[in-house]
């Protein structure tokens, strides 16, 4: 998903508030919470981008279903905020930009493990010690079942990519039996 430069002010103006109190890490799981359940309604998702209710509407319903919920007032308060602007649309926008500017902060890279089969938690554990050694960063991996592999592991952390398919170990071992039949 692309994030436009609106949605990456409020995330920053959010990070700078929230950073100051030091709950930087517990505003983005409640903003992510809250997309995330935005995005699994397409009810919530209707109402919000229907330009026939009013931003007063939108605010009173923002505040009605997310007050004493739990979350940190400089959460609700970027929510009802993106409410009065008609822009609580960009929501998913502003988690994933928050995510980027809070990744950049703790010096953390995010990155991709495609693999044949679901890989064992010490095997996930094992990779990511290894891709961190490698890099030198902090890195957190989500993980997907790829069938196109035959087997191994892909990964893609920023901009490198760590091959240890089974395909590609056999156009290395094609590659070494070429060159040694010439």
């Not at 892909?154 to 010439?182: C, M, P, Y």
């Amino acid at each position: 998903m692309k994030v436009n430069e609106v949605s990456k002010r409020y995330a920053k103006a959010l990070l700078a508030l929230t950073k100051q109190k030091g709950v930087h890490a517990k505003a983005y799981a409640e903003l992510q919470g809250v997309a995330d359940a935005f995005a699994k309604d397409a009810a919530i998702t209707a109402y919000f981008q229907n330009p026939m209710i009013t931003a007063a509407q939108k605010i009173a319903a923002v505040k009605s279903a997310l007050e004493g919920k739990g979350l940190s007032e400089e959460v609700f308060g970027t929510l009802v905020l993106l409410a009065e602007k008609n822009r609580i649309q960009l929501l998913a926008e502003v988690a994933l930009a928050y995510q980027g500017f809070l990744d950049i902060e703790e010096g953390v890279t995010r990155g991709t493990v495609r693999s044949a089969q679901p890989l064992s938690a010490d095997a996930q554990k094992e990779l990511e010690s290894k891709v961190s050694k490698v890099l030198n960063k902090k890195i957190v991996l989500t993980y997907q079942q790829d069938p196109k592999l035959l087997g191994g592991a892909v990964a893609q952390v920023g901009g490198w990519t760590f091959d240890d398919s089974i395909e590609t170990h056999l156009k290395k071992l094609n590659e070494e039996l070429n060159r040694r039949a010439n």
